[in-house]
C-alpha cells in the first residue's frame, strides 16, 4: 500500500504510535522514542530506502547511539550511552528504519517466558485475532515486547535476538513471524550477550515477505528464492524428541499442516535423529553469560531478577576443561546432525508442544501458572486424545526443556522457527524453564516460502 501510494509513512506512523499507546502495549516498551520516528517517517530520504521510514522496534539489549543498554535489566539502567548504533541497529537505520521504541524482555535474556519484575510483562497479542481470550497469558521470550509490538500494530519489524527460542516463541505465541537466521550472517556486537556461542540477531514480522526482506537487510545479502515447485522438496519429520508430549490441540494443528504440504506435492518422511539425544549444547549459556555478568553480580547482584541471577550463577560451576570439551563436542555433534539430515531441505516441528500458560504469580523458579510439585507432564493415553497421543513416545512422565529445532542443508528452503523438547533433568536448573508455552504454528510456511542461506543448528 505505502509503494503504491495508498498511504504515507507519516499516516503509518501515527497508527503505529496510537497502537503503541493501546492497552495491548501495555509494558511492552521500557523507552519510546515518539518524536524522533515521526521525524524519521516524515524525511523525504528515508521513503526512498527499502523500510521506507516505517515504525521498527528494537530490543533493549541493543544499543542505540546516545542511550543506555538495560538489557531488561535495573542494574544497567543508569550505564552510560552507547557511543555508536549496534551493526544490527545501524542497517536497520540506513535502511530507512524508523525507531519507535526500545522494548522489554526478559532481563538478560535468560527466559523463554517473558517475564520481567522489573518494568512489567506484556501480554500476549494474537497478530490475527487481537486481544486472546481468557486469563492473561505470557508472551513467550526473551524478545516479549519486541513480538508484542509487532502483533499490536505498533510496529512494522521487531528486532531481537534468539540463543534457544528468543525469537521463535514469541513469534509462535503472538501469531507473526520469526525465525533464527545461521548466527555467523549478522553480527551480535553492540549487543548485550546471553551466549556468545549461541546468540543470533534477527527479527519479527508480520508476513513472510516482511521476515525475508529484513533478513538481507540484517544479513546485509541479496536471498535469491527458489522457483521450484513444492514438489521438488524432501521434507523430514523427526520421531526422536521433536514430536514428545505434544497437547492434543497442538498435534492436531501439526497433522493439519502436514497433510497440506502433502496435498501440495511436498514429499516427506519420518525421521529418526539419534543424535538428538546426545545434546550437549545447553552448557554455553550458563557459563557464558556468568563469564560478562560475574563482577556486575558481585557488586549489584542484589538488583538482580534473582530466577535470572540463579541461572547465570550455575555457570560458575563448569571446570575450564568441562567447557573446552564442550566446544568440541559441538563440532563433532553438528557433523552427527548434518549426516543424519542429508538429503533433505527443511526439518519440520511444531514451535512448541505445550499450551501458553497463564499470567500466574512467580516466585524465583517458578512457572507461571504452575504449582510445585506438579511440572512433570501428564501423558495422554491413546484414547483420550488420539491426534496427540500418534505422536507420544511410550514412556514415563518426565522433565522437559526445549531443545532448537534443525532445520536441515538443502536447496533454498531452509526455516528456523520450531522448537523441540528433550529430557534434561540435570541440567535444567541452567536453562530456560520448560514453560508451558504453545503454538499452532509450525515451521512449515518460513521453511518453503523463504529462502535463508547456511545451516542452523543449535549450535550455529
Known sequence: ???????????????????????????????????????????????????????????????????????????????????????????????????????????????????????????????????????????????????????????????????????????????????KSTARLVPTAGAVPLSHTLDTACAMTRSVRDALLVHQILAARTVTRSSAPLSCYRLAVPRTVFLDALDAPVARAFERSLQALARAGAHIAEIDLPPMHEQPAYGFSAPESYAWHRHLLARDGARYDPRVRTRIEKGAALLAWEYLALVQERQAWIARMQDCLAGYDALLSPTRAHPCPGMGARGPGRRPGCRPRCRARRRVLPRQHPAAAQYQRRQPARWLRPVAALPCPGRAARGSHGLAHCAARRQRAQHQPADRTDTTKTIAASALSMSVTGVNLPYS
Open 1 to 179: 500500500m505505502l509503494l503504491a501510494g495508498q498511504t504515507s509513512a507519516p499516516l503509518e506512523m501515527e497508527r503505529a504510535i496510537a497502537a503503541a499507546q493501546a492497552p495491548a502495549c501495555r509494558h511492552a516498551f521500557t523507552r519510546t522514542l515518539f518524536d524522533a520516528a515521526r521525524a524519521r517517517a516524515a524525511d523525504p530520504a528515508a521513503a526512498r530506502l527499502p523500510l521506507a521510514g516505517l515504525a521498527v522496534s528494537v530490543k533493549d539489549l541493543f544499543d542505540i547511539a546516545g542511550q543506555p543498554t538495560p538489557a531488561g535489566s535495573v542494574v544497567l539502567a543508569d550505564a552510560p550511552p552507547a557511543a555508536a548504533d549496534a551493526p544490527a541497529v545501524a542497517r536497520l537505520r540506513a535502511a530507512g528504519a524508523a525507531f519507535i521504541a526500545r522494548t522489554n524482555m526478559t532481563e538478560f535474556a535468560f527466559s523463554g517466558v517473558g517475564v520481567n519484575p522489573h518494568y512489567g510483562t506484556p501480554a500476549a497479542h494474537d497478530a490475527r485475532f487481537g486481544a486472546l481470550q481468557g486469563p492473561v497469558r505470557v508472551p513467550g521470550g526473551s524478545s516479549s515486547g519486541a513480538a508484542v509490538s509487532v502483533a499490536a500494530g505498533a510496529a512494522f519489524v521487531g528486532l531481537g535476538s534468539d540463543t534457544g527460542g528468543s525469537i521463535r516463541i514469541p513469534a509462535a505465541l503472538n501469531g507473526i513471524v520469526g525465525f
